[in-house]
DNA sequence: GTGAAAGCGCTAACAG
DNA sequence: CTGTTAGCGCTTTCAC
């Protein structure tokens, strides 16, 4: 009862039959190596039209199988529902698609575990040619098994402790410092970093850093109860506690709040309105990444705006590069983007 | 003076030979298949062993080529950093995981010839075994190639005219007929609708058609002047051009806008900031697709809010269908999701 | 200029 | 319960 499957796709083999060649001469043909073995142009158009008459493409696993190469990369962030990390991938994808790449795109949710054993998945089952990876990992050591098989690898937003991998990242200590800098000179003297956890993750350091040096450059009183961690997992119920907590404070009350990133500062926008907290009046509120609803929020939100075109381009072009000419670990290349920060009316 | 590659992947071949068995025990022990062919628990378990200490992982190409099989599913978006698709996408990545398959995401940029060249690399080359379409294509016959070939694709998000596909989609037409109803409630007597084109789109007609209805339903003059059409690829300025003619009029003038989606909306709320116009005292605004912005902005936005949970899950639940018990030619599933309106400030 | 043949790593039919 | 064997579709070496 079922409908017949008349038409079955094509192999290399229906076409060299068809046409009463060998499978060696399509494959050239396919390969673009007609020139390389001398093919007459007249039998390559031959083989040519015969190929698009019956709509063949090369099967891949095949071609995978044999040669080694997949022309897939793998890519893995945090979590691609997050519009930084969505726009991050969308720039990888239409870069690699115009060097003949497919990205293999998978969220990792800020799980050791699990980007371990994507990275596995990818590398050793998908053979995925190269690697673009923005990591949740404590130790580079953890990427030991790629380093050894000089296996292509770019890190990107977050660089590992002596990785000695390439990495495309931005400056998160100088954007943070920016931040916290405003926050002070329009007159904070309590100002609290919420940042998510693992609080190992270089991006984070680097924040705190900043963070850091802009309230000891200002000779701010520091106090390592501003610096809270919020779990990735329980981003609304930590920051609200936290707040409560930090608002409620009778002396030393926070009357400034840096948000480590975006998802962060939704969850404190959120207690503002519900807690009528009068931004900036009571509260001065800065964010690091730039995301639509601070354009338009009221307040409108400062933040420090990361480049994600560049993110993302730099990325392909350091891993294309990798692909190509092999990895130089002695050197690896390291690029550190500039980020601006955004002065609303927030702080 | 390069790094030597130590460790080569083992192979099934490797993990046979240093154990003295054949590739097939090993085979069966990858493929759980030891019950089916009454494998001793202790050869099982030796196997096993070899397994974790080897870190063996099967080779993919070789499988996908030996079985036809890729455990590979290809998800087509007009654009995975438009953070409605990215949310259906995640969920589809976690859904499929959990039945061991891997998405590949590709964005169609609403350009048929670009979607149409990403089904044929996912279907012939990829070998995908399943496709998940939010498709930009007019005519259901450019899938003909698929059907024909009983291929398992499910339409997500927008339906095609005849296609005969299983589909998961949103009730637009009520969600439409919900927001304008709003506005005609609030004492809107001319009322724009901006969609994205192409306008044949399903979602955008079924918009369309919900406008109408709730127009004529309370009888107000209807206008086709007040259907216009945004292109995907310009929306900001076609967003501005048509704003500034329609309040420019003296009849008639717009007292309120429907935004098709979410990115016309955040280019209406930039005119409205630019040009001061206040919502909702000079202009009442509701928008389809529920983003982040809506919630924060001043004022609040009204919404149709899309359950996007439900329409991943659903999306890889009936592919998952189609993969395990094959197509359904003469009735597939047609899965249509209620909207939910969400009344803010803006209307 | 072109073809024959081997083999990538795996699965499954069949044999024992 | 376990092994032998053929072959998926392709690329590449070598031969003519």
Redesign the pocket.
Known sequence: MNMKENS?????????RSL?????????V??N??EK????E???KKVEDKIAEMG??????????????SFLIGVIVPDISNPFYSKIVRIIEDKAQLDGYNPMICSSDEDSEKEISLIKMLVDSQQVDGLILSSTLEKADELDFLRKRNFPCVLIDRSLPEANLPTVSVDNEQGAFAATETLIKSGCKHIALFAISPGYISTIEERKKGYLKAIQQYKLSSDKKMIVEIPYNDIKNAVYENLDGLLKKKTGKLDGLFAGNNNIALACMEYFIEHKIKVPEQLKFVSFDDIDVFRFSSPTISAVEQPVEEIGSWSFKVLKELLENGNNLQNPAKISLPTRFIKRKSS
């Not at 079955?8 to 060299?16: F, L, Q, V």
């Not at 073995?37 to 007459?40: P, T």
């Open positions: 079955k796709k094509p192999s290399i083999d229906d076409i060299a009463g060649v060998s499978k060696t001469l399509v494959s050239m396919i390969n190596k007609t073995y001398g093919i007459s007249k039998t390559r063949f493409m090369p099967n891949k696993a095949a071609r995978r199988l044999r040669t080694g190469k």
